[in-house]
């Protein structure tokens, strides 16, 4: 058995994913990363090498389970261990319930909720002989905050979270902490879409709005987010398990988004 911790990360070359990556290669961990054919992982595997880590890449699409699955079986087979899963990939489409089409939405759960359950499910079977491991969701704070322009996405999310609950009690006495981290704003490719097909102009404006209604003013960096969840893999939080940790600069405290709805769908959400 390989004497170094592994990490396997879904999405591992978007930016909460490959910070992650690197934030555990930085503290002992060698890493899994499972990302799409056409993503370019070398940035990330390149800062693996320099923090000392070595790499397994695992590339295809999380809608293939048996994808999926096989990435669980090269780790075990190259390392005979998995401590921690953290379960980011995502995907998702800025549209109403009004106008989602059925395969925009099976894509979205599939990504979002449906390999993350089986892929916890593998790994926690690899886990259990081991008497420890840590299973991580990243979820969002849409989770919890009706927004209305990203139905399959927040359905997604909500499931998750109550899946992190569902399998922090399921896994528990076998020394597995399931736990959930719902990022507010984030500034990543995915936190960039915002605008849809709208103007650049259009995008800085709901930019803006979105950041005045965060109390810290800004959009997170995403290894704001990673190191919030190296943290939570930690022992520092050995007896946190079945919640879920908002890093969000406060947003949610405070979130009013139909004037962000407006400049996104104008359309659909006209000004008040």
């Known amino acids: 058995m390989n004497e170094r911790p592994v990490a396997m990360i879904t999405g591992a070359a978007g930016g909460i994913g490959g910070e992650t990556a690197v934030c555990f290669a930085e503290r002992g961990y060698d890493c899994v990363l499972l990302a799409l054919p056409s993503d370019d992982l070398e940035p990330v595997t390149n800062r693996i090498e320099q923090a000392g880590g070595q790499f397994l890449c695992c590339l295809g699409d999380l809608t293939d389970l048996d994808?999926?699955?096989?990435?669980?079986?090269?780790?075990?087979a190259t390392w005979r261990r998995i401590d921690v899963l953290v379960n980011n990939a995502a995907w998702r489409e800025i549209i109403t319930m009004r106008?989602?089409?059925?395969?925009?939405?099976?894509?979205t759960l599939r990504v979002c909720l449906t390999a993350p359950a089986f892929i916890s499910r593998w790994c926690a079977e690899q886990m259990e002989p081991q008497g420890k491991g840590v299973i991580i969701n990243v979820s969002s704070i849409q989770s919890q905050m009706a927004a209305g322009i990203s139905p399959a996405y927040v359905a997604a999310k909500g499931a998750l979270d109550s899946l992190t609950y569902e399998l922090a009690t399921l896994y528990g006495p076998a020394g597995i902490r399931v736990l959930s981290v719902n990022p507010g704003a984030i500034d990543t490719a995915m936190g960039k879409d915002i605008a849809v097909d709208q103007q650049q102009t259009t995008a800085d404006k709901i930019r803006q709005a979105s950041e005045e209604m965060i109390p810290l003013r800004r959009w997170a960096h995403p290894r704001e987010i990673a190191r919030s969840?190296?943290?939570l893999a930690s022992d520092d939080a050995s007896y946190l398990t079945g919640t879920s940790i908002t890093v969000d600069g406060g947003w949610k405290q405070q979130c009013s988004p139909y004037p962000i709805k407006h400049l996104q769908l104008p359309d659909e959400f006209p000004a008040e």
């Open 67 to 76: 994808y999926a699955k096989s990435a669980v079986e090269q780790c075990m």
């Open 229 to 231: 969840i190296v943290m």
């Open 99 to 107: 106008k989602i089409e059925l395969a925009s939405w099976e894509k």
